[in-house]
């Protein structure tokens, strides 16, 4: 879970559960409206397919009958056959190219068209007069009648309380229409026959009262528009002349010969045929245009959904992101000012306080700029000012810890310069007896007891480099390196044991000889205390082109990488002596007075082992003999 550490991260994360139920919820309505979308596309196909379904069997109900009437004994109907049969083939490839297409429903269309695999030999027959008007009639109506029943197969429950009427009234008038073609057809056959023969008056009565009762069915379900075309299309003179020409028929069941000529009733009965096929076909393009209008609306709701859900996802996008800003942007200002103060502000202040002269006032020099808080959070504005009281605490503390040093430095300075002349004074003395006493033993004590107040006065004058003060001692000419080296020696305790291999002859100038020999003193006591008591500390001095070079080498156990690298930091004046340790002085003597001087002094491991120090003099310490004579001379 580390991701989840930035405000960001968290925030995203709070944000994506409220994001995600809105993202679910607007999916879950598109999805909704796409499947409306699909469905009432579905359904349109579905009408276009009864549309064409249904203008072939428009076309076999024509042939239909025109068959019947020419079986029933009427030639005067051979001759509209071939057109009608090429009319119904014509509607046949219409089908078929649309089945092409397979839309909704085309499977079971397919199947029923199975039924007319047979239609050409029933063609054959009926024009050769061998097929019966019955087996005829029974042909045609299982074909029609399972045509019209796969179209509608697939028609389930639109949703849509409008198409649904509208799809029921369309089934209603193709059942009307069906049954009006039927009794077209019957009673064709029937009047080219003469009179009713066998089961034709039940089955002419028969279809007779299923036209009427699917008639009766269309205005339950039909829009008003529907029932204006229907009730026209049963008043014309077509309709009016079936009627009567129906009666006619029932009321001359058991005659011999029928009073109705068959071309005068197939001409009434197709125009109502076409009639009720007319709005018959209304109906299928009233319910086609529903399902559009349905398509429509749910393609429009669909496109308004997946805009609202893509502008409430952005916004809350938005809205997240400006959140995050809100906080990050000021907490990243926030970090900026915390680490200028930590990197830029309190060091400078904290070096103004240190650097400060002995007249300065540290309380004045230890103040901060205030913090910028405009526009900041109450909480954001809270954490700034806390830093503000931590940066003010830590720089009266720096204050604190400069008055306490500068308080303990003149300490050190004031204790050093008391020392210093107490122990100049016992030099002095001890010089005096010294050049009084004859006694080589007596004498003997009196030179270690000055080689010890030497040491004492190093020590006395290491106070006081400490303390940023200068040796008082100063030669008014230069002295030479070997001299100054011996002076050295001389105040270190085990002496004896330094060994001088080579030591160039140069003139170092007067005002730095104190502090030279200091620095040498220094470094040799530490080689000194750093070699085995059987081991000697060598020393080689030359001169260099960058200078005057003097090494310092010693036998002992050496020094690791790290400790030499703090050492030479030490000695390089990078760490304060206040916070190192206190058998470690000598090294930030050293520090001083290489800094003082302008030297350079670095250990580094000796070739075979040990550690060997380098002190690297600026030639502008150096006086050559010619400057020596002039200065003389003058």
């Known amino acids: 879970m580390r991701t989840l550490r930035s405000i960001r991260h968290r925030l995203a994360l709070l944000l994506a559960l409220p994001t995600g139920a809105l993202v679910v919820l607007a999916a879950l309505g598109t999805a909704g409206q796409a499947a409306r979308y699909t469905e009432a596309g579905r359904t349109s196909d579905r009408v276009a397919l009864v549309a064409t379904t249904e203008e072939l069997v428009h076309q076999l109900q024509r042939e239909r009958g025109l068959t019947a009437g020419l079986l029933g004994g009427d030639e005067s109907f051979r001759h509209q056959l071939g057109g009608q049969r090429s009319a119904a083939d014509q509607a046949r490839q219409a089908l078929d190219r649309q089945l092409a297409t397979d839309p909704p429903g085309a499977a079971s269309v ?6 007319l695999s047979t239609l050409a030999a029933l063609r054959g027959r009926a024009d050769t007069g061998t097929a019966g008007r019955a087996e005829a009639l029974t042909f045609f109506t299982d074909a029609i009648t399972g045509l019209t029943s796969a179209a509608f197969a697939d028609q389930g429950s639109s949703g849509d309380d409008r198409l649904q009427a509208s799809l029921t009234t369309l089934r209603a008038l193709c059942d009307a229409t069906e049954a009006a073609a039927l009794e077209r057809g019957t009673l064709n056959g029937v009047l ?27 205005p339950r379900t039909a829009s008003s528009a529907r029932i204006t075309s229907l009730d026209a299309a049963l008043r014309t003179p077509a309709a009016v002349t079936v009627a009567g020409m129906e009666q006619q028929a029932l009321a001359g069941f058991a005659a011999e010969h029928l009073p109705v000529k068959p071309s005068d009733w197939w001409r009434a009965a197709s125009g109502l045929v076409d ?12 319910s086609r245009a529903r399902a559009d209008e349905l398509r429509s609306a749910a393609l429009w709701s669909l496109g308004r959904d997946v805009a609202l859900a893509l502008v409430a996802v952005a916004g809350a996008a938005g809205l997240g992101v400006a959140a995050t800003r809100s906080i990050t942007r000021p907490m990243a200002a926030l970090v900026a000012e915390a680490g200028g103060l930590a990197d830029r502000v309190l060091p400078a202040a904290v070096a103004r306080i240190r650097d400060a002269g002995p007249d300065q006032d540290l309380a004045e020099l230890g103040t901060l700029p205030a913090s910028t808080r405009s526009g900041r959070a109450d909480e954001l504005a809270e954490v700034a000012a806390a830093l503000d009281r931590v940066a003010a605490t830590a720089l009266r503390l720096a204050v604190e810890q400069s008055v306490l040093q500068r308080n303990s430095t003149e300490s050190l300075a004031s204790l050093g310069r008391r020392n210093q002349a107490l122990i100049t004074r016992q030099l002095g003395f001890l ?15 009196l030179f270690e007891l000055d080689h010890l107040a030497t040491r004492m006065r190093r020590n006395a004058e290491s106070v006081l480099v400490l303390a940023g003060e200068r040796s008082p001692r100063r030669w008014a000419q230069p002295v030479g390196m070997g001299d100054v080296v011996r002076a050295a020696l001389g105040e270190v305790e085990d002496y004896r044991r330094v060994v001088l291999r080579q030591v160039d002859e140069a003139l170092l100038d007067g005002g730095a000889v104190a502090e030279v020999a200091h620095l040498l003193a220094e470094l040799i006591d530490n080689a000194l205390a750093a070699s085995a008591p059987d081991t000697d500390v060598e020393i080689f001095a030359r001169v260099t082109g960058a200078g005057y070079l003097v090494a310092v080498l010693d036998h002992g156990v050496g020094m690791t990488e ?6 030479n930091a030490r000695l390089a004046g990078h760490e304060s002596f206040l916070v190192g340790r206190t058998k470690l002085l000598g090294h930030y ?4 007075l290489a800094a003082r001087l302008g030297a350079r002094v670095r250990l580094a491991p000796s070739p075979v082992h040990g550690v ?13 003999h010619q400057q020596l004579l002039q200065s003389e001379v003058v």
Not at 110 to 115: H, K, P
Not at 193 to 218: C, E, H, M, W
Not at 433 to 442: A, I, K, M, Q, T
């Open 110 to 115: 397919r199947s029923a068209l199975s039924g």
């Open 192 to 218: 080219a026959a003469g009179s009713f023969r066998g089961a034709d008056y039940p089955s002419f009565v028969r279809i007779t009262a299923v036209k009427n009762a699917a008639l009766a069915q269309v």
């Open 275 to 286: 009639d009720l096929h007319k709005v018959q076909e209304e109906a299928a393009q009233e």
């Open 431 to 445: 010089s005096a007896l010294e050049r009084g006493e004859h006694d080589p033993g007596v004498l003997a004590n």
């Open 562 to 567: 790290p400790e030499l690298e703090r050492a």
């Open 589 to 592: 003597v050293v520090g001083r």
């Open 612 to 624: 060997t120090a380098t002190v690297l003099l600026p030639g502008t310490l150096l006086t050559s």
